[in-house]
């Protein structure tokens, strides 16, 4: 199955960088280049904690999990971009999934995992889930009978990271766009400063 990539977060170094040139001698791409592609390059940095940390607001996941699906790329030479791999997490990655015993509640067995999704709800049950190591991977996964029979099985997975960071996408905006500004005005100051 083929990767899928989501733009989250773009920056492009081109028009302030014109502008300084325009100001300066001719001799100055080259180190207004890789002013730019350096400030872009930690500004995406910062881009990619806060999309960790806004979407670890809304999950309970670890950050390591999430780092893992943000991507940043340099896509040209004075532009950049924050990508999501669009890959759900299986639930067992998510906060404390725990077997609970099957019980009588009017009348019905209720019986599955216990676990945390989303910080604001708490533990949810999802019944007739249960936790098993799968044959091939070895690792332990939540995984339900897609019928009465006992096979097949089915994994089973979280909400989509992609558009869990869409949703916080202005609030990152408005935190990391100040940053790429005060960035890439050191890096042309620098640049300027070694004529």
Do not use: W
């Not at 945390?116 to 889930?129: E, H, S």
């Amino acid at each position: 199955m083929a990767r899928r990539f989501y733009d989250l977060i773009n920056f492009n170094a081109q028009k302030p960088v014109l502008k300084a040139l325009n100001k300066r001698l001719e001799d100055t791409p080259k180190a207004m280049r890789k002013g730019a592609r350096r400030a872009i390059n930690r500004t995406l940095t910062t881009a990619r904690k806060e999309t960790s940390k806004a979407i670890r607001d809304d999950l309970a996941l670890r950050a390591g999990d999430i780092k893992d699906r943000i991507e940043k790329k340099l896509v040209f030479d004075l532009e950049g971009k924050l990508v999501v791999r669009d890959r759900r997490l299986e639930l067992i990655k998510f906060r404390t999934p725990r077997q609970t015993k099957r019980t009588r509640r009017q009348g019905a067995a209720r019986g599955g995992v216990k676990v945390t999704i989303y910080k604001r709800k708490g533990r949810q049950l999802i019944p007739g889930a249960f936790i098993a190591k799968g044959q091939k991977s070895g690792r332990e996964h939540v995984l339900k009978r897609e019928g009465r029979e006992r096979y097949p099985l089915k994994i089973l997975y979280g909400p989509s990271i992609t558009k869990t960071a869409n949703r916080h996408l202005p609030e990152i905006l408005k935190r990391t766009e100040p940053v790429f500004a005060k960035n890439l005005d050191r890096e042309i100051q620098f640049a300027l400063s070694k004529l």
